[in-house]
């Protein structure tokens, strides 16, 4: 396999409904196939959700033979459409697509793993419970299929700084921007001006719907249906706390657990008991997606940080 390279930005994969979703792709150069990962979220990944918070991690396994894509969400980014709100039902279907198109490019043998930290870990779960049958690993950090126990109402109580002064306005920030990606054929304008015409403000979920009404129970992923291999980490001082133990007992693939002491930021980098989080993610990936017989799928499932 060569060292070198390749990086393709802005590829639009259709959707079963024909909105084309915008990915950058890095792998190997020199026509190599192999297992791919995904990384879908809303953060734009010609900005922070790509260049500054996923690439490095991109770059790290496509280094050692894996082709590596980061997506924008429907109606977000550089990805046509209008966004349906926030952690909408049709994002794990939109997620099962992207799987099964990057399995069928040339450079992918069939093997897929998803991973994020936060929404798009959330996306993970949510696409794993559509059954993608090229879907074969994923590893979901700081992420919970209930987004109502784990962000709305913490233990019953309304998060209200976090969602209503914190994410929910960085957020609408975030989506009357731009597409980064600026074409010179002027796409990037009409894909702007579609997403102001028809995209909701985020904000206003969290007014509308201060109880567990349908619109939160529309998002609740099923993490009994999950049938790939499962890494849940999260962080005793992490919003979902409660919910990522919960999503573990629930899922009946082969699983493993990993709480440590950290807040909602990747293992590697925590304060306190820093773990080693991308080799871990990495072991997990290389045991589902490549056949490696590291033999992590025999060691203790369940890894905890007592605290004192």
């Given at each position: 396999m060569s060292n070198k390279l390749l990086t393709e930005r802005n590829i639009l994969v259709p959707m079963r409904d024909g909105v084309a979703l915008a990915v950058d792709i890095i792998r190997p150069a020199g026509g190599h196939r192999?297992?791919?990962?995904?990384?879908?979220?809303?953060?734009?990944?010609?900005?922070?959700?790509?260049?500054?918070?996923?690439?490095?991690?991109?770059?790290?396994?496509a280094a050692r033979g894996y082709a590596a894509v980061t997506a924008d969400l429907r109606g977000l980014g550089s990805s046509g459409g209008t966004s349906p709100g926030l952690f909408a039902p049709g994002e794990g279907q939109d997620g099962h697509d992207l799987v099964e198109w990057i399995a069928a490019q040339p450079w992918c043998d069939g093997n897929v793993g998803m991973w994020g930290v936060s929404y798009p870990g959330i996306t993970a779960l949510s696409t794993a419970a559509t059954r993608p049958p090229h879907l074969k690993a994923i590893v979901p950090i700081h992420a919970t299929s209930d987004l109502h126990r784990?962000?709305?109402?913490?233990?019953?109580?309304?998060?209200?700084f976090w969602m209503r002064a914190d994410w929910g306005p960085r957020m609408v920030a975030y989506n009357l921007m731009p597409p980064q990606w600026q074409d010179s054929d002027g796409r990037w304008a009409r894909t702007w001006a579609e997403h102001l015409e028809g995209n909701p403000p985020w904000l206003a979920a969290f007014v509308h719907h201060p109880g567990f009404d349908e619109f939160w129970r529309s998002r609740v992923a099923d993490m009994s249906r999950i049938e790939c291999p499962t890494f849940n980490i999260c962080g005793w001082r992490d919003l979902y706390t409660d919910c990522t133990p919960r999503d573990f007992a629930a899922i009946h693939a082969p699983k493993r657990l990993l709480m440590g002491p950290?807040?909602?930021?990747?293992?590697?980098?925590?304060?306190?008991a820093p773990a080693a989080?991308?080799?871990?993610?990495?072991?997990?990936?290389?045991?589902?997606?490549?056949?490696?017989?590291?033999?992590?799928?025999?060691?203790?499932?369940?890894?905890?940080?007592?605290?004192?």
């Open positions: 192999g297992p791919a990962i995904l990384n879908f979220n809303p953060y734009h990944k010609d900005g922070r959700g790509g260049r500054t918070s996923v690439e490095s991690v991109h770059r790290h396994f784990g962000v709305v109402s913490l233990g019953g109580t309304a998060s209200g950290w807040k909602h930021e990747f293992p590697d980098t925590g304060k306190e989080g991308l080799a871990d993610m990495e072991r997990w990936f290389d045991r589902w997606l490549m056949g490696t017989q590291n033999g992590i799928e025999h060691e203790p499932p369940v890894n905890l940080y007592i605290q004192g």
